[in-house]
């Protein structure tokens, strides 16, 4: 994914290029980008006073700030399309107009969304949070919203920033931070000893690795072959007949499927496990489509889990 993310910090350079020459008549625009770039989620204030302007890289991390600042928030997210890569997604100058506007930005990190880095540089006066950094899971995979200890740091780091931003709304942030967290302790908790029977995965991708950790679900997949998905390579031909032979005779209960990511061989792959009655269970990298509530959509993953390792 080298290739791809070098794209995204020339694609990010040339969006800022274009805020330069034009950022008035960007902002004036800025609401007719929601259908493919910048998504905005904002609604009247009954406590009064302005919103605090939010931009997060993608919906994933804009939907735990929403649950946190509620309405007291206006926030803005890049990435919203569930067929949207980060690694590859070239920055709009609306999106610049909304990261310089910004008193909070929020990134995922960990080299996912690079584009973001040049972006949040625009926003001067914000505070600045990187979720991999507030997570610390001591781990190389970046997709930490499926660490839910992780996501639960990421909200209480939220609730301390915005509490500086608009400190007479520090109280409500802290507890709606500790209502959320109350809802993935809940998650965890079923989530919990799901693998206790030694049930073992295969994996196109390592995207759900912190909830597989959880649920102390062993990984079976070769490394070669998730290295090579992930890197956009030829997978060797000796990991793929290993995944293979790891189906067909049914040593896992389930192959967990990155659906924002589809080659000839996970495609392959998917119909192996399907034909021989092994459980797919698709895994996303933003909201699947009409979904805008984490806890939501993290209870049909974990629901789906469960189901498979039945």
């Known amino acids: 994914m080298n290739s791809r993310r070098t794209k995204s910090v020339f694609a990010a ?37 302005e919103k605090i302007k ?18 007291k928030v206006e926030v803005t997210s890049i990435i919203h399309d569930p067929s949207a890569d980060p690694h590859s997604y070239e920055t709009t100058a609306s999106d610049a107009v909304a990261a310089k506007n910004a008193k909070l930005t929020l990134s995922n990190g960990g080299g996912y969304d690079d584009f973001f880095s040049k972006l949040a540089d625009q926003a001067t006066g914000a505070q600045k949070l990187v979720a991999v950094d507030i997570a610390a899971t001591g781990n190389e995979n970046e997709h930490v919203w499926y660490s839910l200890p992780g996501v639960e740091k990421v909200a209480d780091q939220v609730a301390a920033k915005l509490g500086e931003i608009q400190p007479a709304s520090k109280d409500a942030f802290t507890a709606n931070a500790t209502a959320f967290k109350g809802k993935t302790q809940e998650l965890l908790k079923k989530v919990s000893g799901l ?45 793929l007949n290993e995944v293979k032979q790891l189906i067909s005779g049914k040593q896992v209960k389930a192959l967990v499927n990155n659906a924002q990511t589809t080659t000839p061989v996970t495609q ?20 699947p489509q009409g979904v805008t509530d984490y806890i939501a959509w993290m209870t049909k993953e974990v629901d789906a889990l469960a189901g498979a390792l039945k």
């Open 13 to 49: 350079v040339s969006a800022l290029a274009v805020l330069a020459l034009g950022a008035t008549a960007c902002a004036s625009s800025d609401k007719a980008s929601t259908g493919s770039g910048s998504q905005n989620a904002s609604a009247a204030n009954p406590g009064g006073g």
């Open 54 to 71: 939010v931009v997060a890289s993608t919906d994933v991390w804009g939907s735990v700030v929403t649950a946190v600042g509620g309405d």
């Open 195 to 239: 693998g206790a029977s030694g049930a073992k995965v295969v994996a196109t991708e390592p995207v759900a690795h912190y909830l597989l950790d959880s649920a102390k679900v062993t990984d079976a997949t070769p490394p070669a072959f998730a290295e090579a998905v992930e890197a956009e390579q030829d997978v060797p031909a000796a990991a």
């Open 268 to 287: 392959q792959v998917v119909g192996d496990a399907k034909n021989a009655g092994i459980a797919v269970i698709d895994v996303t990298e933003t909201l």
